[in-house]
Every structure is written in C-alpha cells, then in structure tokens.
C-alpha cells in the first residue's frame, strides 16, 4: 500500500504556521511504519517537478487550488489536504484493509 503526499519546497501562503509537504511525509511514513509496518510506505512528490499520469493530474489540481498541499492521497482518493489529520488517515488504511 503506498500513499502519495504531494506538495512544493515552498509553503502555501496559509501553511505558515505548519510542517512542509515534506516534512510531513517523513512524519508520516515514522508513524504509519510504526503501526503497520512494511505493509505501507509513504512517497513525496514534488507538485513543481515533471509528473505523469495520477500524479500529474494531482499536481495540476492542487496548481489550480483545487486542493491544499501537503494533499495525501491513498489508491487515487484525497484522505488529507492543507493540515492532514493522523486519525483520519489511519482510517482511510483500514477501510481498505478491511474492505
């Protein structure tokens, strides 16, 4: 299971105050490792540098403030944007682990 946590090297105007997108992928990859194991892994994504596919069209969105950044995304499906909630995305895993 891998979950994608977009974002750029440059906070949002409104991100002042919080981690970077990829300050809070490493925190997230810590503490999802901790509960699931290698059964997950976490992977940045640079919405500024040349994607493809998904993650191209994440990026595009996310450029057209459609969404927040640090988006996280799980299996194509936005889980957190903007300040991303733990609960909410240890939820999402086992929704899919159970479903």
């Not at 069209?57 to 640090?70: G, K, L, M, N």
């Not at 991303?84 to 159970?98: G, R, S, T, Y």
Request: proline letters at 4%.
């Amino acid at each position: 299971m891998e979950i994608l946590v977009f974002g750029a090297e440059q906070l949002c105007a409104s991100c002042v105050n919080l981690p970077s997108a990829k300050d809070t992928a490493e925190w997230l990859e810590a503490a999802l490792t901790r509960k699931y194991g290698a059964h997950i892994a976490v992977r940045y994504i640079d919405i500024d540098s040349p994607l493809e596919g998904i993650e191209a069209d994440f990026a595009a969105r996310i450029h057209a403030e459609e969404f927040w950044y640090p988006l996280v995304v799980l299996n194509g499906e936005v889980i957190g944007e903007g300040n991303p909630k733990l609960k909410d995305i240890q939820q999402a895993i086992e929704n899919i682990k159970l479903g």
